[in-house]
């Protein structure tokens, strides 16, 4: 053990520099493990984010599956139930199995080309198989539903949808089969040049289609002329019913069951019987007894006398229809005209749709739709045998419910768990954040406490300092008046000074290492 001096100074320094150099090493060998821990649990973080995250992806992934696989089965359905009603005694049963499949196809091509969905496609198909269609006049007339309801702005499958109004319409007329598009341009033609919709120019048509097909009038010229009477205000049933109870009665008047009153009628028109027929004996057209009846109009005094005789030879039922008839002439000529030149309308109509940006909208819905279609079909195989084993599973726990004792004792159990899940759950959050907060505030606490701690240490530390550069040599040097007690003075000094580095080393760390160079 060094007595001199210089030996203690010589020793504490050293033993300050080893210190120094121990404390370095401990702090960056804290600082390391820190610097693991904060990288493992970032990593572990990280993995947590990423295993959560594939969680979330594949529950989503699994949502929008079954949101896909349900929406073609109820395509599916709609399909299979328009395949039973076309279905006829005469077909084999894998006449039906190829059907079902030439529907599905012409459901999808027709929505793919046409503002609307598979399934509403797929529900023209069930209405024109309602009206007693079978599978191959359901493939000819679809196309035509569809360009017919686009081009009245209709919905092409429900009652009164473009396939409902189509069949009947053709069913009224006894319009072949490969005349649809044919009929459905007429349709759209005229409630799209006349002031009704297509809604109206049906219900016209079927009050007033069974009398005046009974006198050989067309769909064309019945739709023309409820056209003129929509212009003229008279829409609906309304219309149809006047216009049936007209010609009913003109009939009435110039046939063999006239009457002496119905021959009156015709006497003051200055008319008679076989001018409203041809040489076959059939009523004369249309516009030639529009013109005969005017010009003997004209020939009445007063308006009393027109309105009279008008009501006698077309009924008081009748009369709302063939008095704007009479006035609105004109008209007539004018929607026949557009009426004669309907060709390709419909389909025209629906293309013009289709150009515009709900057009492309819809392109892109249909083709989403059909998409999940097609991929539901092709997972069916994986999705359904899961969907059984899901059944007989619920059909077990149906089957526990049922037995007395057993089935109210689980079903308690599994109310209890289902409870205890969720309040443990909630419970467990709830501790776990305050917990949290509880080690957040004491890691801020001692943060603080080790600061105050710090500057505690560094405010000792320079007081002993400034006490021995101030008093320890001086003092030791005028005490002794020697070398000797200089010496020890100086000692001293070397002891406190060294002290007082050690202790601020202690709380800061590598301050000394600067300060003793």
């Not at 198909?125 to 009206?131: I, K």
Request: hydrophobic fraction near 45%; charge should be positive.
């Amino acid at each position: 053990m060094p007595t001199s001096p210089l030996g203690i100074g010589i020793t504490i320094r050293l033993r300050d520099e080893f210190t120094l150099n121990a404390k370095r090493i401990q702090h960056s060998m804290s600082r390391l493990t820190k610097s693991q821990n904060r990288m493992m649990n970032a990593n572990l973080r990280a993995a947590r984010g990423i295993g959560l995250g594939m969680a979330a992806a594949g529950t989503m992934g699994i949502r929008a599956i079954a949101s896909m696989y349900k929406g073609a089965a109820v395509f599916e359905d709609i399909i299979i139930q328009a395949n039973t009603k076309a279905f006829k005694s005469y077909e084999t049963h894998a006449d039906k199995l190829s059907n079902l499949n030439k529907l599905r196809k012409e459901a999808l091509r027709i929505s793919e080309e046409t503002i609307f969905s598979p399934s509403d496609v797929a529900s023209g198909e069930m209405f024109l198989a309602q009206a007693g269609a079978n599978t191959e006049t359901i493939l000819k007339q679809l196309s035509a539903s569809a360009n017919l309801s686009g081009a009245t702005g209709i919905q092409i499958g429900g009652k009164g949808g473009g396939a409902d109004i189509l069949t009947n319409v053709m069913h009224m007329f006894k319009i072949a089969d490969n005349k649809a598009e044919d009929t459905a341009d007429i349709l759209a033609k005229v409630s799209n040049s006349a002031n009704m919709s297509i809604t109206d120019l049906m219900n016209s048509l079927v009050y007033a289609a069974p009398a005046l097909q009974d006198l050989n009038f067309g769909l064309k010229e019945t739709s023309v002329i409820l056209g003129v009477l929509g212009n003229a205000g008279v829409q609906a049933s309304i219309a149809g019913t006047s216009l049936q109870n007209s010609f009913r009665q003109i009939v009435r008047v110039v046939g063999p069951l006239s009457t002496k009153k119905d021959a009156k009628v015709l006497a003051a028109l200055g008319l008679t019987k076989a001018d409203f027929k041809d040489a076959q004996g059939n009523l004369i057209k249309f516009p030639q007894m529009i013109e005969i009846i005017g010009k003997a109009m004209t020939g009445l005094q007063g308006n009393v006398a027109k309105s009279g005789y008008l009501q006698g030879l077309v009924g008081t039922r009748g009369y709302k229809a063939f008095g704007p008839l009479l006035k609105s002439f004109k008209n007539y000529s004018e929607i026949m005209a557009e009426a004669n030149n309907s060709g390709g309308f419909a389909a025209e109509a629906m293309a013009d749709r289709m150009a515009g940006t709900l057009g492309t909208i819809k392109r892109m819905e249909d083709a989403w739709a059909a998409f999940k279609i097609e991929f539901s079909a092709a997972i069916a195989p994986l999705v359904e045998p899961l969907l059984e084993v899901l059944m007989i599973i619920t059909k077990i726990f149906k089957w526990l419910f049922t037995i007395p004792i057993i089935g109210k004792a689980f079903a308690i159990l599994l109310g209890l768990f289902v409870v205890a899940v969720t309040v443990g759950g909630a419970l467990l959050a709830i501790i776990t954040s305050l917990s949290l907060m509880y080690r957040t505030s004491m890691a801020s606490f001692g943060a603080m406490a080790a600061s105050v701690v710090a500057g505690y240490r560094q405010m000792t530390a320079s007081a002993l300092t400034y006490r021995a550069a101030s008093g320890g040599g001086m003092g030791g040097g005028m005490g002794g008046g020697m070398m000797g007690g200089g010496a020890r003075g100086l000692g001293k000094s070397f002891a406190i000074n060294s002290a007082g580095r050690a202790y601020r080393t202690g709380a800061t760390g590598s301050k000394f290492g600067k300060k003793g160079q």
